[in-house]
Protein backbone atom coordinates (compact mmCIF):
# COMPACT_ATOMS: atom_id res chain seq x y z
CA UNK A 1 0.00 0.00 0.00
CA UNK A 2 1.44 3.67 -0.93
CA UNK A 3 -1.20 6.12 -1.85
CA UNK A 4 -5.06 4.57 -1.07
CA UNK A 5 -6.66 6.49 -3.83
CA UNK A 6 -9.51 4.30 -5.31
CA UNK A 7 -11.55 0.73 -4.28
CA UNK A 8 -10.13 -0.26 -7.91
CA UNK A 9 -6.75 -0.53 -6.93
CA UNK A 10 -6.74 -3.61 -4.26
CA UNK A 11 -6.20 -6.89 -4.71
CA UNK A 12 -8.17 -9.48 -2.52
CA UNK A 13 -4.97 -10.45 -0.81
CA UNK A 14 -4.63 -7.08 -0.07
CA UNK A 15 -7.84 -7.10 2.27
CA UNK A 16 -7.05 -10.48 3.64
CA UNK A 17 -3.95 -9.40 4.73
CA UNK A 18 -5.56 -5.75 5.48
CA UNK A 19 -8.20 -7.60 8.14
CA UNK A 20 -5.58 -10.04 9.74
CA UNK A 21 -3.52 -6.75 10.85
CA UNK A 22 -6.59 -4.86 11.90
CA UNK A 23 -7.68 -7.79 14.45
CA UNK A 24 -4.20 -7.91 15.27
CA UNK A 25 -3.74 -4.43 16.38
CA UNK A 26 -7.19 -4.55 18.31
CA UNK A 27 -6.44 -7.29 20.30
CA UNK A 28 -2.92 -6.30 21.33
CA UNK A 29 -3.32 -2.36 20.97
CA UNK A 30 -0.17 -1.76 23.61
CA UNK A 31 1.95 -3.44 21.18
CA UNK A 32 1.47 -1.19 18.15
CA UNK A 33 0.94 2.01 20.37
CA UNK A 34 4.42 3.77 19.18
CA UNK A 35 4.85 2.28 15.40
CA UNK A 36 3.96 6.11 14.13
CA UNK A 37 5.89 7.31 16.99
CA UNK A 38 8.48 9.28 14.40
CA UNK A 39 5.14 10.32 11.91
CA UNK A 40 3.49 13.28 11.29
CA UNK A 41 0.28 12.90 9.74
CA UNK A 42 -1.64 15.63 8.07
CA UNK A 43 -5.28 15.94 7.83
CA UNK A 44 -6.84 18.53 5.11
CA UNK A 45 -10.65 18.37 5.14
CA UNK A 46 -12.30 20.80 2.74
CA UNK A 47 -15.57 19.33 3.24
CA UNK A 48 -17.83 18.42 6.63
CA UNK A 49 -17.02 15.22 8.64
CA UNK A 50 -17.25 13.84 11.61
CA UNK A 51 -16.47 9.66 11.65
CA UNK A 52 -13.87 9.79 9.05
CA UNK A 53 -11.78 12.74 10.27
CA UNK A 54 -12.03 11.87 13.83
CA UNK A 55 -11.38 8.65 13.92
CA UNK A 56 -7.96 8.56 11.40
CA UNK A 57 -7.02 11.51 13.87
CA UNK A 58 -7.45 8.88 16.62
CA UNK A 59 -5.99 6.10 14.41
CA UNK A 60 -2.99 8.22 14.30
CA UNK A 61 -2.36 9.21 18.05
CA UNK A 62 -3.53 5.49 19.16
CA UNK A 63 -0.13 4.39 17.07
CA UNK A 64 1.99 6.80 18.69
CA UNK A 65 1.68 9.17 15.97
CA UNK A 66 1.47 13.34 15.53
CA UNK A 67 -1.29 15.24 13.87
CA UNK A 68 -1.44 18.69 11.67
CA UNK A 69 -4.84 19.25 11.03
CA UNK A 70 -7.04 21.34 8.97
CA UNK A 71 -10.88 20.33 8.99
CA UNK A 72 -12.20 23.08 7.60
CA UNK A 73 -9.50 23.55 4.32
CA UNK A 74 -12.09 25.47 2.51
CA UNK A 75 -12.38 28.23 4.53
CA UNK A 76 -9.21 27.95 7.05
CA UNK A 77 -6.45 26.84 4.89
CA UNK A 78 -4.54 29.41 1.85
CA UNK A 79 -7.18 27.92 -0.43
CA UNK A 80 -9.44 31.04 0.90
CA UNK A 81 -6.44 33.25 -0.64
CA UNK A 82 -6.38 31.47 -3.97
CA UNK A 83 -4.01 28.68 -3.68
CA UNK A 84 -4.70 25.99 -5.59
CA UNK A 85 -4.78 22.20 -4.03
CA UNK A 86 -2.13 21.19 -5.92
CA UNK A 87 0.06 23.83 -4.31
CA UNK A 88 -1.37 23.05 -1.16
CA UNK A 89 -0.63 19.48 -0.90
CA UNK A 90 3.27 20.47 -2.19
CA UNK A 91 3.52 22.02 1.06
CA UNK A 92 2.06 19.83 3.20
CA UNK A 93 4.15 17.02 2.57
CA UNK A 94 7.59 19.05 3.21
CA UNK A 95 5.71 18.95 6.76
CA UNK A 96 3.85 15.85 6.77
CA UNK A 97 4.59 12.00 6.23
CA UNK A 98 1.38 11.15 5.32
CA UNK A 99 -1.78 13.57 3.75
CA UNK A 100 -5.40 12.30 4.49
CA UNK A 101 -7.63 14.54 2.52
CA UNK A 102 -11.31 15.01 1.94
CA UNK A 103 -11.84 17.23 -1.49
CA UNK A 104 -15.27 18.17 -3.13
CA UNK A 105 -14.07 17.05 -6.92
CA UNK A 106 -14.37 13.55 -7.72
CA UNK A 107 -10.70 13.50 -8.95
CA UNK A 108 -8.78 15.21 -5.90
CA UNK A 109 -7.45 12.34 -4.45
CA UNK A 110 -6.04 11.66 -7.65
CA UNK A 111 -4.77 14.99 -8.60
CA UNK A 112 -3.22 14.96 -5.08
CA UNK A 113 -1.64 12.05 -5.74
CA UNK A 114 0.59 12.73 -9.04
CA UNK A 115 2.54 15.67 -7.31
CA UNK A 116 2.87 14.40 -3.74
CA UNK A 117 5.87 12.60 -3.27
CA UNK A 118 4.34 11.34 0.70
CA UNK A 119 1.41 8.73 1.01
CA UNK A 120 -2.40 10.21 -0.40
CA UNK A 121 -5.08 8.60 1.37
CA UNK A 122 -8.45 9.62 -0.19
CA UNK A 123 -11.01 10.17 2.52
CA UNK A 124 -13.96 11.00 0.15
CA UNK A 125 -13.67 12.45 -3.10
CA UNK A 126 -16.55 14.41 -4.10
CA UNK A 127 -19.33 12.05 -5.08
CA UNK A 128 -16.74 10.05 -6.98
CA UNK A 129 -15.17 7.22 -3.70
CA UNK A 130 -14.80 6.97 -0.32
CA UNK A 131 -12.02 4.15 -0.07
CA UNK A 132 -11.53 3.63 3.37
CA UNK A 133 -15.20 3.97 4.07
CA UNK A 134 -15.53 0.95 1.78
CA UNK A 135 -12.69 -0.96 3.47
CA UNK A 136 -14.51 -0.79 6.79
CA UNK A 137 -17.74 -1.56 5.42
CA UNK A 138 -16.36 -4.88 3.88
CA UNK A 139 -14.66 -5.30 7.39
CA UNK A 140 -18.10 -4.98 8.96
CA UNK A 141 -19.38 -7.68 7.04
CA UNK A 142 -16.61 -10.00 7.09
CA UNK A 143 -16.72 -9.24 10.93
CA UNK A 144 -20.52 -9.92 11.46
CA UNK A 145 -20.84 -12.48 8.16
CA UNK A 146 -17.69 -14.75 8.44
CA UNK A 147 -17.40 -14.47 4.86
CA UNK A 148 -18.05 -12.33 1.88
CA UNK A 149 -18.16 -14.55 -1.05
CA UNK A 150 -21.43 -15.64 -1.80
CA UNK A 151 -23.82 -12.80 -0.10
CA UNK A 152 -26.68 -10.35 -1.12
CA UNK A 153 -26.53 -7.10 -0.85
CA UNK A 154 -29.34 -4.24 -1.26
CA UNK A 155 -27.67 -0.73 -1.76
CA UNK A 156 -30.75 1.66 -0.28
CA UNK A 157 -31.09 5.61 -1.14
CA UNK A 158 -28.67 7.92 -3.11
CA UNK A 159 -27.09 5.37 -5.25
CA UNK A 160 -26.35 8.47 -7.53
CA UNK A 161 -24.31 10.56 -5.34
CA UNK A 162 -23.22 8.47 -2.65
CA UNK A 163 -19.65 8.12 -3.04
CA UNK A 164 -19.31 5.27 -0.34
CA UNK A 165 -21.61 2.66 -2.35
CA UNK A 166 -19.21 3.55 -5.19
CA UNK A 167 -16.57 2.42 -3.47
CA UNK A 168 -18.71 -0.46 -1.47
CA UNK A 169 -19.22 -2.13 -4.95
CA UNK A 170 -15.93 -2.11 -6.17
CA UNK A 171 -14.35 -3.77 -3.11
CA UNK A 172 -17.27 -6.35 -3.19
CA UNK A 173 -16.50 -7.12 -6.82
CA UNK A 174 -13.05 -8.56 -5.47
CA UNK A 175 -15.26 -11.25 -4.21
CA UNK A 176 -17.44 -14.07 -5.64
CA UNK A 177 -20.53 -14.67 -6.55
CA UNK A 178 -21.94 -11.74 -4.69
CA UNK A 179 -25.73 -10.64 -6.12
CA UNK A 180 -26.45 -6.73 -6.05
CA UNK A 181 -29.65 -4.84 -5.26
CA UNK A 182 -30.32 -1.25 -5.83
CA UNK A 183 -33.27 0.27 -4.27
CA UNK A 184 -33.82 4.58 -5.37
CA UNK A 185 -35.85 6.28 -7.33
CA UNK A 186 -34.95 6.62 -11.12
CA UNK A 187 -33.25 10.13 -10.69
CA UNK A 188 -30.63 7.99 -7.50
CA UNK A 189 -30.00 5.36 -9.64
CA UNK A 190 -26.39 3.66 -9.77
CA UNK A 191 -24.88 5.01 -12.80
CA UNK A 192 -24.56 3.14 -15.72
CA UNK A 193 -20.71 3.40 -15.21
CA UNK A 194 -21.02 2.05 -11.87
CA UNK A 195 -23.70 -1.31 -13.22
CA UNK A 196 -21.50 -1.88 -15.74
CA UNK A 197 -18.63 -2.10 -14.08
CA UNK A 198 -20.54 -4.98 -12.08
CA UNK A 199 -21.74 -6.64 -15.06
CA UNK A 200 -18.37 -6.77 -16.89
CA UNK A 201 -17.04 -8.40 -13.67
CA UNK A 202 -20.30 -11.32 -13.91
CA UNK A 203 -22.23 -10.27 -11.27
CA UNK A 204 -25.59 -9.53 -10.68
CA UNK A 205 -27.21 -6.34 -10.50
CA UNK A 206 -30.82 -5.76 -10.15
CA UNK A 207 -32.93 -2.84 -9.79
CA UNK A 208 -35.23 -2.49 -7.35
CA UNK A 209 -38.51 -0.01 -7.38
CA UNK A 210 -39.67 -1.14 -3.60
CA UNK A 211 -38.67 -2.63 -0.15
CA UNK A 212 -40.92 -6.09 -1.98
CA UNK A 213 -38.41 -6.31 -4.34
CA UNK A 214 -35.58 -7.30 -1.83
CA UNK A 215 -35.58 -10.71 -0.70
CA UNK A 216 -35.97 -10.98 2.83
CA UNK A 217 -33.32 -13.26 3.71
CA UNK A 218 -30.66 -10.32 1.38
CA UNK A 219 -27.92 -10.66 3.81
CA UNK A 220 -27.11 -7.00 3.73
CA UNK A 221 -29.88 -3.54 3.87
CA UNK A 222 -26.84 -0.94 2.80
CA UNK A 223 -29.07 2.72 3.69
CA UNK A 224 -27.99 5.73 2.89
CA UNK A 225 -28.64 9.46 2.89
CA UNK A 226 -29.56 11.61 -0.29
CA UNK A 227 -26.15 13.76 -0.55
CA UNK A 228 -27.79 17.13 -1.10
CA UNK A 229 -25.10 19.16 -1.19
CA UNK A 230 -24.17 17.26 -4.92
CA UNK A 231 -27.31 18.27 -6.18
CA UNK A 232 -28.54 21.38 -4.68
CA UNK A 233 -28.71 23.34 -8.05
CA UNK A 234 -29.76 20.61 -9.82
CA UNK A 235 -33.32 21.04 -8.88
CA UNK A 236 -33.68 17.22 -8.84
CA UNK A 237 -37.07 15.46 -6.73
CA UNK A 238 -35.83 13.56 -3.73
CA UNK A 239 -37.52 10.52 -3.11
CA UNK A 240 -36.57 8.43 0.61
CA UNK A 241 -37.03 4.74 1.26
CA UNK A 242 -37.23 4.86 5.12
CA UNK A 243 -36.35 2.37 7.08
CA UNK A 244 -38.49 1.89 10.27
CA UNK A 245 -39.80 -0.94 12.45
CA UNK A 246 -42.37 -2.05 10.35
CA UNK A 247 -39.81 -2.15 7.37
CA UNK A 248 -37.14 -4.14 8.87
CA UNK A 249 -38.96 -6.64 10.34
CA UNK A 250 -40.20 -8.16 7.06
CA UNK A 251 -36.12 -9.06 6.17
CA UNK A 252 -34.65 -11.88 7.79
CA UNK A 253 -33.13 -11.92 11.48
CA UNK A 254 -30.12 -12.41 9.75
CA UNK A 255 -30.26 -9.31 7.53
CA UNK A 256 -27.61 -6.69 8.51
CA UNK A 257 -28.69 -2.77 8.42
CA UNK A 258 -25.40 -1.05 7.84
CA UNK A 259 -25.09 2.81 6.64
CA UNK A 260 -22.07 5.13 6.42
CA UNK A 261 -24.05 7.63 8.15
CA UNK A 262 -24.51 10.45 8.75
CA UNK A 263 -28.22 9.33 9.05
CA UNK A 264 -31.03 11.96 7.88
CA UNK A 265 -34.56 10.41 8.58
CA UNK A 266 -33.97 7.31 6.61
CA UNK A 267 -33.13 5.13 9.52
CA UNK A 268 -35.73 5.46 12.17
CA UNK A 269 -34.52 6.04 15.38
CA UNK A 270 -36.75 3.46 17.25
CA UNK A 271 -34.79 0.37 14.55
CA UNK A 272 -31.48 1.43 16.48
CA UNK A 273 -32.46 -1.03 19.55
CA UNK A 274 -33.01 -4.35 17.13
CA UNK A 275 -29.79 -6.13 16.91
CA UNK A 276 -29.61 -6.34 13.18
CA UNK A 277 -28.82 -2.37 13.33
CA UNK A 278 -25.09 -2.48 12.97
CA UNK A 279 -24.14 1.29 11.90
CA UNK A 280 -22.72 2.31 15.36
CA UNK A 281 -20.39 -0.80 15.40
CA UNK A 282 -19.55 -0.25 11.71
CA UNK A 283 -18.31 3.34 12.80
CA UNK A 284 -16.40 2.18 15.40
CA UNK A 285 -14.60 -0.72 13.30
CA UNK A 286 -13.74 2.62 11.05
CA UNK A 287 -11.32 2.98 13.57
CA UNK A 288 -9.68 0.21 13.72
CA UNK A 289 -9.21 -0.38 10.24
CA UNK A 290 -8.01 2.97 9.95
CA UNK A 291 -4.93 1.93 12.62
CA UNK A 292 -4.63 -0.86 10.25
CA UNK A 293 -4.54 1.30 7.06
CA UNK A 294 -1.56 3.43 8.56
CA UNK A 295 0.56 0.69 9.70
CA UNK A 296 0.46 -0.83 6.69
CA UNK A 297 1.38 2.15 4.67
CA UNK A 298 4.22 2.55 6.91
CA UNK A 299 5.12 -0.95 7.81
CA UNK A 300 8.05 -1.02 5.77
CA UNK A 301 9.84 1.75 8.20
CA UNK A 302 9.19 -0.19 11.88
C1 LIG B 1 -20.07 9.38 4.03
C2 LIG B 1 -19.36 10.37 3.13
O1 LIG B 1 -18.77 11.33 3.61
O2 LIG B 1 -19.38 10.13 1.95
N1 LIG B 1 -19.86 9.62 5.38
C3 LIG B 1 -18.80 9.04 6.00
O3 LIG B 1 -17.65 9.27 5.67
N2 LIG B 1 -19.09 8.17 6.96
C4 LIG B 1 -21.50 9.24 3.70
C5 LIG B 1 -22.35 10.47 3.67
O4 LIG B 1 -21.89 11.59 3.88
O5 LIG B 1 -23.55 10.29 3.44
Known sequence: MYHIL????????????????????RLNLRDYNSVLSDKVIAT???????????????????????????????EASSVAKG???LDTIRIIQSYADAIILRHYENDAAMQAASVARVPIINAGSGSGEHPTQALLDVYTIYKLKKKIDGISIAMIGDLRFGRAVHSLIRLLALYEGITFYGLSSETFALPEEDVNYLEKR???????????DIPEDVDVLYQTRMQRERF???NLKEENFIIDSSIINNFSKNTL??????????IAVEVDKDPRAVYFIQAENGMYVRMGILYSIFKKDN
Request: hydrophobic share 30%; proline share 5%.
Open 6 to 25: TSEQFKREELDELFKITDEI
Open 44 to 74: LFYEPSTRTRLSFETAVQRLGGKLISTENAR
Open 202 to 212: GFRYIPCKSFK
Open 257 to 266: LMHPLPRNNE
Open 232 to 234: QNL
Open 83 to 85: ESL
